[in-house]
């Protein structure tokens, strides 16, 4: 990156902490007017940033993950010799076309299976994300379909989901219609138990997991949110940024409010409590958020709670928190890793953003998923 493209996000950054968002869209705007080539564009008058169009390496540093802790290898295999497979395939909307992968484990014979949604993170794809968060492994053991649905670069320029954008948080709109109609044609294609289908992601897709269990509540059992955000917590780059580095957090406000009335999103969240990339005190307003509104049971939850603390084996200590319902089933778990960064707990060092010495994330969202299921078909 050019000195100029630096000292130009220095600034938005130093902006956007500041509460100055109009100055750090305009500060963006001209960074990237003089990094780039020059495009003819209709003028609105509306300060506009598409991330899309940014620099790879300008969004990883200041919007995404920062480099991985250690040195890794090229994504491996990580599910042993007889394995699954691991097969290819593109879904189109009106919404736009993306491809993505799924695996099969080895003992699909037709019978009905539970579905889950993987969404990668920020440069991230989806065979690295399946290597270092060893789900398609966990998918043999417990047998799972595992989809892992592929951001392009020309829809973001870093391949994160697009959370922060107005248009891409709503059902049957831009991404969460994509990613519900892949879905959807995986539970058209295999036979799938309808009522155990679940969504999780980790950073960038976390957020946008949450997205999709908040908008499709009819087809998503559960979510699993590592190191994410609220839904709809923030609408542009600025607002992303500042919610990401505990803006929203250090003033005391909160996630958006969910209408009255709506039951609680069964939901497991695992984030590092020093993760500098996205604030931990992200993963209580997602916790917040999914609760039971005040219409429904919400007093009766937050008076059911349970504190569990343990550490891993040779690695990192634990705050498990979780949220019971009036009939004393669990509906959320928040798990607080002590130590940890931006990265998958308990995964593989094949894959990239992982951290071994955590507790083992996607085994306990497999664990915390097969508690719940939909009332019906979806």
Not at 175 to 199: F, N, S, W
Not at 354 to 360: A, F, R, S, V, Y
């Amino acid at each position: 990156m050019n000195a100029r493209l630096h000292l130009g996000m220095v600034d938005a950054m130093r902006l956007t902490r500041a509460g100055h968002l109009l100055e750090a869209t305009a500060a963006i705007q001209r960074t990237l007017g003089d990094g780039l080539p020059s495009t003819k564009a209709a003028d609105t008058g509306t300060a506009h940033v598409d991330v899309g169009t940014a620099p790879g390496q300008t969004w990883r540093r200041y919007l995404l993950p920062g480099p991985p802790a250690e040195i890794i290898s090229p994504p491996g295999r990580d599910i042993g010799q007889e394995e699954g497979r691991f097969v290819t395939g593109s879904y189109s909307n009106r919404a736009g076309t993306r491809s993505y992968k799924l695996y099969i484990p080895r003992g699909y014979h037709g019978q009905p299976l539970p579905l889950v949604v993987m969404l990668h993170g920020c440069t991230q794809d989806p065979d690295d994300f399946a290597a270092g968060t060893r789900m398609n492994e966990l998918a043999e053991a417990q047998p799972c379909l595992v989809v892992y649905p592929a951001q392009t670069p020309a829809a973001n320029g870093s391949k994160c989901w697009n959370w922060f954008k107005a248009t891409d948080q709503h059902r049957e709109q831009g991404e969460p219609c994509i990613i519900a109609g892949i879905t959807r044609e995986i539970l058209a294609t295999y036979h799938v138990d309808r009522q155990k289908v679940y969504v999780a992601g980790l950073s960038a897709g976390g957020a946008m997991a949450l997205t999709m269990a908040m908008t499709y509540p009819d087809l998503y059992a559960a979510v699993g949110i590592h190191s994410g955000l609220p839904h709809g917590a923030a609408k542009d780059l600025p607002s992303a940024l500042m919610m990401m580095q505990g803006g929203a957090v250090a003033a005391g406000r909160h996630a958006p409010a969910i209408p009255g009335g709506r039951p609680a999103v069964p939901t497991i969240v695992f984030h590092g409590d020093r993760d500098t990339t996205v604030h931990p005190g992200n993963g209580d307003h997602v916790i917040a958020q999914c609760a039971p509104t005040r219409s429904g049971q919400s007093r009766q939850a937050e008076r059911r709670v349970q504190v569990e603390r343990g550490r891993v084996p040779k690695g990192h200590a634990y705050t498990r928190t979780t949220y019971q319902n009036a009939d004393g089933k669990p509906i959320m778990e928040h798990w607080l890793i002590h130590g940890a960064g931006h990265s998958w707990s308990g995964g593989s060092s094949n894959g990239s953003y992982t951290d071994p010495k955590g507790p083992d994330a996607s085994r306990e969202m497999l664990r915390f998923f097969r508690g719940h299921c939909l009332p019906g078909s979806s």
